[in-house]
Every structure is written in structure tokens, then in C-alpha cells.
């Protein structure tokens, strides 16, 4: 106010009176906006408010510089752009170092966690998890505003609590599980500090504070759904984690529970409290529940409970009409039946008609039933003999192989239906199974003193003999088992390895890569010498940015499989090389006819490979991109890949949440429509025809 006014006002009172109550009532007015704006700024969507607009143009030819030294791990060509002018670029940028985990960027990093832009501070803190380098922890907490009241850096402060939790340790860890000033709006802080307890237990990392908070988030339903379900992952997933009495919470708010993908999780948090009333609640559920996937988790569930207590519910899901139900409640037998039933799951497995099952319960009989049953088995191994000659289905053929290894004595036959054969993919499931008998506990009472050293070498020779042809699927299984010391490999070696290095010289790079990797880690195990941490194909194919050019998201994936028709969108800004390799095969007509070969219930359907087994790649390798998506939905759609940058041609869609594969998996697009369809499919269902739409 000019000093003359004021003395104005001084003098006259009335008017004094009148300006201090419109002075106070401006004042007022101010508070108020200003109070508006805190209510807004705080419950305004972060993503609506960012300081500046985030711009991944593919058609940027700067931007596709970035990319290809992303590609080719080119960390020299990254670095200027974590200080380029463009708050685009440095986005990108560091994002890259979250794709190849090089430890290299790191101080430049470090300065990207201060930067203008909370986006940059985000990828920053993104890339710096991905590396898990233990130093950078004192780095991420500095780095965390903790005077944020305006919340501009919600986003990045959460990114900052979920990297704490890849690097971080026991200290950190209940610093983490103890911050309670979060409100239940904070959405990226919650999400942020439940991934980083998560990452911790996936480190083998637990707290008893981080299992009390996420037992609590996980209940509370007022919180968001994403927050919960990381938080059911981590009681899902932790191992020797204490629950006890909390189990008896969750048994009570599991029925209520709307989400299955939440009941999923919370079925197996229960299971492994081992309280009586977790078991019957786990019994009743399954009388009455609809979704397969909690089904399965159930049955799994039970396996924390003795055998006799929960033999009966298990035995009635083998004639559920969902197949994944009924081979779970297989599986389970094959794990923890008993030698008393053994009998009775050789009966059972004679007369069901999913060749799975059937499969599984035989393998259940030969495991359970104690190795002086010789006659027994023997006829279990003539039962299954007939089934594999009766059968037109190769992967019926591989599940009877694999279910006649639990029985010892069947390594001739092994030998004679599978390793003599042609078929790929029955060579390797009797390597498999080869090595299945020597890892057997029972093999040095079943061939005695003489008998193990005379057996046991002859079935290193078939393995041997198998790898010196150059199957690839062979050769990697035999050589997992070379690493294994305890299957005494040493000695039939008589410490040559020569011939193992000559195999290794005759794979194909990089299209038998995952063979090579496990063969050199044989090799190393056996010449004792450390295999490199890190051991990845050359860069041999560049993005095809012709490809990318005509990519948007309109184009659509369209899977005729034998079950029905499945639609895919793909994530083309976020893994460009990925989704032009996809399409481009698709459009070669590569995946037409390629067989589901491998579904694990309630968790993923695989394809691509053109062996139909799984061991079969392509005479090329692609990146990881592992930007920050996560795999907290069913039906995402990812690269199968034997570690980081080791990706080519098989695919994998999952049937539910699956957050351990997060920033490990590159994710690629997500199933648009037929999710219905990838859940009805089996092992040995085929892609009939694959188109791409643009």
C-alpha cells in the first residue's frame, strides 16, 4: 500500500475499518485458491500435470539414433543424450540403460535423478533399479523429495522406492516397511513402496514389517486395485514369510473378494499360514468358485497341509471339465502323494481321457510307489508303452517318456522311443528323462555298488552320444546336467573335455545361443573357472525402421488358433524392434501352423518355436527393451528369451498377473480381444494362420 494512502486511511477510522476488512477479505480469497489448489494438485492424476510433454515420435530420425545405440548397447552414443537440451531425448536415454542394465551410465544417471523434468527423474530412477549395482541405494535415497508437499515428484519419488528395493538391503527394507504418512490417495507413492517390498522378497528379502504392511494393503479394499495385487503377489510369492493369524483375515475377506486375480493370490497366502481353518476355508472355496485360475491356485495351495487332510478335494478336481484344473490336481499328486495311494494313481490315471493328466498320475504312480515295487512298475511301463504307440500326438508321446523316468529301469526304452528316433522333440524329452533317472534319490539302491557306476555311465554315454549329433535340445539338457556335479559327470570325463568343446564349436550363433549357454557353463563347471555373469549374442539385427514407420496403433494381430480367433494390439513406441520383428515374421508367414508348446496353468501360453518344444530359435537375435510396463494384467504379450537380449522368435501370452517377470520380459502388445480363446488353449493346439492388420 503507498505509504500516502495508508496515512490517509489512518486518519479516518471509518474508512481505516472498511479497507482492513476488504484487505482481510483479499487474504481470504487467496487462502482459499490456494487451498484449492493444494486439494487439486493433490488429487489430480500426476499424468495430467506433468512439467512437460514426453514426445517417443518414432519418426524422429534423433530419436532413432537413440534407439539403435540402445540396440547396440552403445553406451558411448547414449551418454550425450542424458544432457541434451530435449527433455525427450534424456527420457529416452535413460530408459535405455534400464534395457541393457549397464553399469556404465551410472554416474550419469545419478544426475539425471535431479533433473527439471520429474519424467527424466522417473526413467533415471528406473534405469538405476534395473542395474541393481548395491552403491546406488545412498544415490536413490538422496534422490527422494521428501518435501514434495505439492506432490510434483510423486512419480519419480515412487520410482525411487521400487528401485531401493532391487538394490537395497535388510536396513532399507524396514525403512521402507515402516513409512506409514502415506494416504491412501498418494497412488504412485503406495504403488512405489509395495513394488519395492515386492522387489525385495523376489531378492530373497524379507522383513516382518514389509509382510504386516503388505498383508494390510492387501485387504484394504479402499485402496487401489494395482496396489493390492502387488501387494497379494508379494504374500503369494515371499518365501518363509510368517503369516499365522493374519491368514485367518484373509480366509475371511477371500470369499467376499470381486477380484480374481486378488483371490488368486490371496488363495496362496492362505495356504501357507498351515492354519486348520485356512485349509477348509481353501477346501469350500473350491466347491464353489468359477474362475479356473483361483481353481488352480487352490489346489496348489494345499500342498502346505498334510496329504491325508486334503486328499479327497484333491482327487475330486481330476474330473473337473477345465483341463488346467484337473492336470493341477495331478501335478499335486506327483508332488506330495503318498506311497499308500500310489496304486490307486495308476487307476485313475488308466482311465482319464485328457492325455496330460493321464501322463501325470502315471508319473505320480512311479515316483510314489517305492523302488522294490518292480513288478508293479513294470507293468505301468507296458501300459504306458501301448499308450505312446497308440497315440498320433507328439507331445502325448513326450508327457509318457517323461512319466516313464520315474521309473529307473525304463532307460533302455528311453534310449530305443526317444533318442533314436528323428523327432526333435522326442530326443529331447528322453534326454530328460535320462536325466531324470540319474537324479533320482533311489538310483544307488536300485542298481546297487557295481550296478550305479555301470548304469550311470552308460547313460552319460547316450546323453554323450546324443549331444555329439548337434541337436540343440538335446545338447542343452545334457549339458544342465554335466553342470550338476552331483550326477558325476567328473570322472566319466576323466578330466578330457575336449569333446565338449568341440560340440560347442559346432553350435549355430546366434540361433542355438541358449544351447551355447549352457554348454559353456558345463564346460566352465567342469574345468572349474567362473562363467561371465553376462553372456549375450553379438548385435546382428538392426531395427527394421521401415517397419516401424508404418506401425500405429490401429494395427491389430489376428491369431487363428485351433480354439478360435485371438486379436492382438501391439506397444510399438515402447519396443520398436520387438513389435517390427513380430510383425515382419507374421507377415512371412512364419507363425502359421507353429504349436502351443508349452502351457503352464495360470500363468502362460507359448509359441514360436519351430521345433515345437521350446529349444528351437532363428539365425538372429533381438534386444531386451524393458522400458517401465509391467505385467499387471492377463493377457499381455511377451518375448520368450533364455536372459536379457537373447530374444528371436517365440512368443508368449500370459493368463494372469505376473509381476516377477517385470523389467526382465520384454512386453510387446496385449491381447485386444480373445482372451476367452488363449485360456481354453492347450500343449499341441496350433496357430493355424497369422495375419497383421494395419
Same mark, same amino acid.
Request: net charge positive.
Given at each position: 500500500?503507498?505509504?500516502?494512502?495508508?496515512?490517509?486511511?489512518?486518519?479516518?477510522? $471509518?474508512?481505516?475499518?472498511?479497507? !482492513?476488512?476488504?484487505?482481510?477479505?483479499?487474504?481470504?480469497?487467496? *487462502?482459499?485458491?490456494?487451498?484449492?489448489?493444494?486439494?487439486?494438485?493433490?488429487?489430480?492424476?500426476?499424468?495430467?500435470?506433468?512439467?512437460?510433454?514426453?514426445?517417443?515420435?518414432?519418426?524422429?530420425?534423433?530419436?532413432?539414433?537413440?534407439?539403435?545405440?540402445?540396440?547396440?548397447?552403445?553406451?558411448?552414443?547414449?551418454?550425450?543424450?542424458?544432457? &541434451?537440451?530435449?527433455?525427450?531425448?534424456?527420457?529416452?536415454?535413460?530408459?535405455?540403460?534400464?534395457?541393457?542394465?549397464?553399469?556404465?551410465?551410472?554416474?550419469?544417471?545419478?544426475?539425471?535423478?535431479?533433473?527439471?523434468?520429474?519424467?527424466?527423474?522417473?526413467?533415471?530412477?528406473?534405469?538405476?533399479?534395473?542395474?541393481?549395482?548395491?552403491?546406488?541405494?545412498?544415490?536413490?535415497?538422496?534422490?527422494?523429495?521428501?518435501?514434495?508437499?505439492?506432490?510434483?515428484?510423486?512419480?519419480?519419488?515412487?520410482?525411487?522406492?521400487?528401485?531401493?528395493?532391487?538394490?537395497?538391503?535388510?536396513?532399507?527394507?524396514?525403512?521402507?516397511?515402516?513409512?506409514?504418512?502415506?494416504?491412501?490417495?498418494?497412488?504412485?507413492?503406495?504403488?512405489?513402496?509395495?513394488?519395492?517390498?515386492?522387489?525385495?522378497?523376489?531378492?530373497?528379502?524379507?522383513?516382518?514389517?514389509?509382510?504386516?504392511?503388505?498383508?494390510?494393503?492387501?485387504?484394504?479394499?479402499?485402496?487401489?486395485?494395482?496396489?493390492?495385487?502387488?501387494?497379494?503377489?508379494?504374500?503369494?510369492?515371499?518365501? &518363509?514369510?510368517?503369516?499365522?493369524?493374519?491368514?485367518?483375515?484373509?480366509?475371511?475377506?477371500?470369499?467376499?473378494?470381486?477380484?480374481?486375480? *486378488?483371490?488368486?493370490?490371496?488363495?496362496?497366502?492362505?495356504?501357507?499360514?498351515?492354519?486348520? !481353518?485356512?485349509?477348509?476355508?481353501?477346501?469350500?472355496?473350491?466347491?464353489?468358485?468359477?474362475?479356473?485360475?483361483?481353481?488352480? &491356485?487352490?489346489?496348489?495351495?494345499?500342498?502346505?497341509?498334510?496329504?491325508?487332510?486334503?486328499?479327497?478335494?484333491?482327487?475330486?478336481?481330476?474330473?473337473?471339465?477345465?483341463?488346467?484344473?484337473?492336470?493341477?490336481?495331478?501335478?499335486?499328486?506327483?508332488?506330495?502323494?503318498?506311497?499308500?495311494?500310489?496304486?490307486?494313481?495308476?487307476?485313475?490315471?488308466?482311465?482319464?481321457?485328457?492325455?496330460?493328466?493321464?501322463?501325470?498320475? $502315471?508319473?505320480?504312480?512311479?515316483?510314489?510307489?517305492?523302488?522294490?515295487?518292480?513288478?508293479?512298475?513294470?507293468?505301468?511301463?507296458?501300459?504306458?508303452?501301448?499308450?505312446?504307440?497308440?497315440?498320433?500326438?507328439?507331445?502325448?508321446?513326450?508327457?509318457?517318456?517323461?512319466?516313464?523316468?520315474?521309473?529307473?529301469?525304463?532307460?533302455?526304452?528311453?534310449?530305443?522311443?526317444?533318442?533314436?528316433?528323428?523327432?526333435?522333440? *522326442?530326443?529331447?524329452?528322453?534326454?530328460?528323462?535320462?536325466?531324470?533317472?540319474?537324479?533320482?534319490?533311489?538310483?544307488?539302491?536300485?542298481?546297487?555298488?557295481?550296478?550305479?557306476?555301470?548304469?550311470? &555311465?552308460?547313460?552319460?554315454?547316450? *546323453?554323450?552320444?546324443?549331444?555329439?549329433?548337434?541337436?540343440?535340445?538335446?545338447?542343452?539338457?545334457?549339458?544342465?546336467?554335466?553342470?550338476?556335479?552331483?550326477?558325476?559327470?567328473?570322472?566319466?570325463?576323466?578330466?578330457?573335455?575336449?569333446?565338449?568343446?568341440?560340440?560347442?564349436?559346432?553350435?549355430?550363433?546366434?540361433?542355438?545361443?541358449?544351447?551355447?549357454?549352457?554348454?559353456?557353463?558345463?564346460?566352465?563347471?567342469?574345468?572349474?573357472?567362473?562363467?561371465?555373469?553376462?553372456?549375450?549374442? !553379438?548385435?546382428?539385427?538392426?531395427?527394421?525402421?521401415?517397419?516401424?514407420?508404418?506401425?500405429?496403433?490401429?494395427?491389430?494381430?489376428?491369431?487363428?488358433?485351433?480354439?478360435?480367433?485371438?486379436?492382438?494390439?501391439?506397444?510399438? !513406441?515402447?519396443?520398436?524392434?520387438?513389435?517390427?520383428?513380430?510383425?515382419?515374421?507374421?507377415?512371412?508367414?512364419?507363425?502359421?501352423?507353429?504349436?502351443?508348446?508349452?502351457?503352464?496353468?495360470?500363468?502362460?501360453?507359448?509359441?514360436?518355436?519351430?521345433?515345437?518344444?521350446?529349444?528351437?530359435?532363428?539365425?538372429?537375435?533381438?534386444?531386451?527393451?524393458?522400458?517401465?510396463?509391467?505385467?499387471?494384467?492377463?493377457?499381455?504379450?511377451?518375448?520368450?528369451?533364455?536372459?536379457?537380449?537373447?530374444?528371436?522368435?517365440?512368443?508368449?501370452?500370459?493368463?494372469?498377473?505376473?509381476?516377477?517377470?517385470?523389467?526382465?520380459?520384454?512386453?510387446?502388445? /496385449?491381447? /485386444?480381444?480373445?482372451?476367452?480363446?488363449?485360456?481354453?488353449?492347450?500343449?499341441?493346439?496350433?496357430?493355424?494362420?497369422?495375419?497383421?492388420?494395419?
Amino acid at each position: 500500500i503507498p505509504f500516502s494512502l495508508y496515512s490517509t486511511l489512518k486518519e479516518n477510522r $471509518y474508512l481505516r475499518r472498511s479497507f !482492513e476488512i476488504s484487505v482481510n477479505m483479499k487474504k481470504i480469497s487467496l *487462502l482459499f485458491s490456494l487451498m484449492v489448489a493444494i486439494l487439486w494438485f493433490s488429487c489430480m492424476p500426476y499424468e495430467e500435470r506433468k512439467l512437460t510433454n514426453i514426445a517417443l515420435d518414432l519418426n524422429d530420425k534423433e530419436l532413432r539414433t537413440l534407439f539403435e545405440a540402445q540396440d547396440k548397447r552403445d553406451v558411448s552414443g547414449l551418454l550425450p543424450y542424458l544432457k &541434451n537440451k530435449n527433455a525427450t531425448y534424456r527420457y529416452a536415454a535413460a530408459l535405455a540403460f534400464g534395457s541393457s542394465k549397464d553399469k556404465s551410465g551410472l554416474d550419469a544417471l545419478y544426475e539425471c535423478l535431479s533433473d527439471e523434468v520429474d519424467d527424466v527423474r522417473e526413467a533415471a530412477a528406473y534405469a538405476i533399479g534395473q542395474i541393481g549395482d548395491s552403491t546406488s541405494v545412498s544415490r536413490l535415497i538422496g534422490a527422494f523429495d521428501a518435501m514434495d508437499s505439492m506432490r510434483i515428484h510423486n512419480r519419480s519419488n515412487g520410482m525411487i522406492l521400487e528401485s531401493i528395493g532391487k538394490c537395497g538391503g535388510q536396513d532399507e527394507l524396514k525403512l521402507i516397511s515402516t513409512t506409514k504418512t502415506y494416504k491412501s490417495t498418494d497412488t504412485l507413492l503406495l504403488l512405489g513402496q509395495s513394488r519395492g517390498i515386492y522387489r525385495f522378497a523376489l531378492r530373497q528379502i524379507t522383513h516382518p514389517f514389509g509382510t504386516k504392511l503388505m498383508t494390510q494393503y492387501c485387504l484394504d479394499k479402499n485402496l487401489p486395485s494395482e496396489i493390492r495385487l502387488i501387494a497379494g503377489h508379494y504374500l503369494h510369492r515371499s518365501k &518363509n514369510i510368517a503369516l499365522d493369524s493374519s491368514a485367518l483375515l484373509i480366509a475371511r475377506q477371500i470369499k467376499s473378494e470381486e477380484d480374481p486375480n *486378488l483371490r488368486m493370490v490371496m488363495s496362496t497366502a492362505m495356504g501357507k499360514s498351515k492354519l486348520p !481353518e485356512a485349509r477348509d476355508t481353501i477346501i469350500s472355496l473350491l466347491r464353489t468358485e468359477k474362475d479356473y485360475r483361483v481353481k488352480t &491356485n487352490l489346489i496348489q495351495s494345499l500342498a502346505f497341509f498334510n496329504y491325508w487332510e486334503v486328499r479327497d478335494t484333491v482327487i475330486a478336481q481330476l474330473k473337473s471339465k477345465e483341463p488346467h484344473v484337473a492336470y493341477t490336481a495331478a501335478d499335486y499328486l506327483f508332488r506330495k502323494g503318498a506311497p499308500e495311494d500310489a496304486k490307486y494313481y495308476r487307476i485313475l490315471g488308466r482311465n482319464h481321457q485328457d492325455w496330460r493328466v493321464r501322463a501325470k498320475l $502315471y508319473a505320480a504312480y512311479n515316483k510314489r510307489l517305492p523302488y522294490f515295487f518292480t513288478k508293479g512298475k513294470t507293468g505301468a511301463t507296458q501300459e504306458l508303452i501301448q499308450f505312446f504307440n497308440a497315440s498320433q500326438n507328439i507331445y502325448e508321446k513326450a508327457a509318457i517318456l517323461d512319466a516313464m523316468s520315474y521309473f529307473q529301469w525304463t532307460y533302455p526304452q528311453l534310449k530305443e522311443l526317444g533318442l533314436d528316433t528323428e523327432n526333435e522333440i *522326442l530326443k529331447a524329452a528322453a534326454a530328460q528323462g535320462l536325466v531324470n533317472i540319474l537324479n533320482s534319490k533311489d538310483f544307488d539302491l536300485i542298481f546297487g555298488a557295481a550296478g550305479k557306476i555301470k548304469v550311470g &555311465n552308460e547313460i552319460r554315454g547316450h *546323453l554323450l552320444n546324443a549331444m555329439k549329433e548337434g541337436d540343440a535340445g538335446v545338447t542343452a539338457v545334457a549339458a544342465g546336467a554335466i553342470s550338476n556335479e552331483a550326477l558325476g559327470f567328473r570322472p566319466f570325463f576323466n578330466n578330457d573335455f575336449k569333446v565338449l568343446d568341440t560340440i560347442l564349436n559346432d553350435l549355430k550363433l546366434p540361433k542355438e545361443f541358449e544351447t551355447y549357454k549352457e554348454l559353456r557353463k558345463a564346460i566352465d563347471v567342469m574345468e572349474q573357472r567362473k562363467t561371465p555373469e553376462k553372456l549375450v549374442p !553379438e548385435f546382428n539385427r538392426p531395427i527394421d525402421w521401415g517397419m516401424v514407420s508404418i506401425l500405429s496403433p490401429r494395427v491389430r494381430g489376428i491369431l487363428q488358433t485351433t480354439k478360435g480367433k485371438i486379436v492382438l494390439e501391439f506397444f510399438h !513406441e515402447y519396443a520398436p524392434a520387438s513389435v517390427a520383428n513380430f510383425v515382419k515374421l507374421t507377415q512371412s508367414g512364419y507363425y502359421d501352423g507353429k504349436s502351443i508348446h508349452r502351457v503352464v496353468p495360470n500363468f502362460v501360453v507359448q509359441s514360436g518355436c519351430p521345433r515345437g518344444d521350446g529349444w528351437g530359435s532363428e539365425d538372429f537375435s533381438i534386444r531386451s527393451e524393458l522400458p517401465p510396463v509391467y505385467y499387471n494384467d492377463e493377457g499381455y504379450i511377451g518375448m520368450a528369451s533364455a536372459g536379457n537380449d537373447t530374444e528371436s522368435n517365440q512368443w508368449f501370452i500370459t493368463l494372469s498377473p505376473t509381476p516377477h517377470l517385470d523389467g526382465n520380459y520384454t512386453i510387446f502388445g /496385449k491381447v /485386444k480381444d480373445g482372451m476367452d480363446v488363449v485360456k481354453k488353449l492347450e500343449i499341441g493346439d496350433k496357430v493355424e494362420k497369422a495375419v497383421i492388420k494395419f
